[in-house]
């Protein structure tokens, strides 16, 4: 049988990174008495970028099913960082935008992502950083396309 160290293994590597980040976040998050989750700041950055954006197309653009993005939006919008609008060209269709305290509450998460990032890179110089980017980029392209 072939030797495996999963522990090498590139999978196991980004996981294990994005664990270790996600769960920095997370505490930053806390510590700064934010009553959010990662998953619902995803929702709450997407929908920024992407005004008006349908649900369907939330769930894509976050990598989450539709399920997940119904959920995570409902916890949104009672608590008043979301709103659902129907869709003035199709009823069935919702849009979603943030209101004007999700923009807040949204501000405030960008500043403290923009610290976790920083202090997660702090060991990399502008050069590796770029390269790692540029680097998992083309790896997430070429993985996708194999699906």
């Known amino acids: 049988m072939k030797d495996f160290n999963i ?4 999978g196991f590597i980004v996981a294990k990174t994005n664990y270790y980040m996600k769960s920095y976040f997370t505490k930053l998050i806390k510590d700064n008495e934010l009553n959010i989750t990662t998953e619902q ?3 709450l950055n997407a929908v920024y ?15 989450k099913d539709k399920t997940n993005v119904t959920r995570i939006l409902d916890l949104l919008v009672k608590k008043g960082y979301a709103a659902r609008n129907i ?17 807040s ?9 923009d610290s976790a990032n920083m202090a997660c890179i702090s060991d990399l ?3 590796e950083y770029l390269e790692l980017v ?5 790896l997430s392209i070429s993985i996708e396309k194999l699906l």
């Open 41 to 43: 700041w995803a929702i």
């Open 7 to 10: 522990e090498n293994s590139l």
């Open 134 to 138: 540029r680097t998992l980029n083309i």
């Open 105 to 113: 509450v949204l501000e405030q998460l960008i500043n403290i992502s």
């Open 125 to 127: 110089n502008r050069d």
């Open 87 to 103: 869709d003035l060209n199709d009823r069935r269709i919702y849009s979603v935008t943030l209101t004007e305290l999700g923009e």
């Open 49 to 63: 970028h992407n005004p008006g954006v349908s649900q369907t197309d939330l769930a894509r653009a976050c990598l």
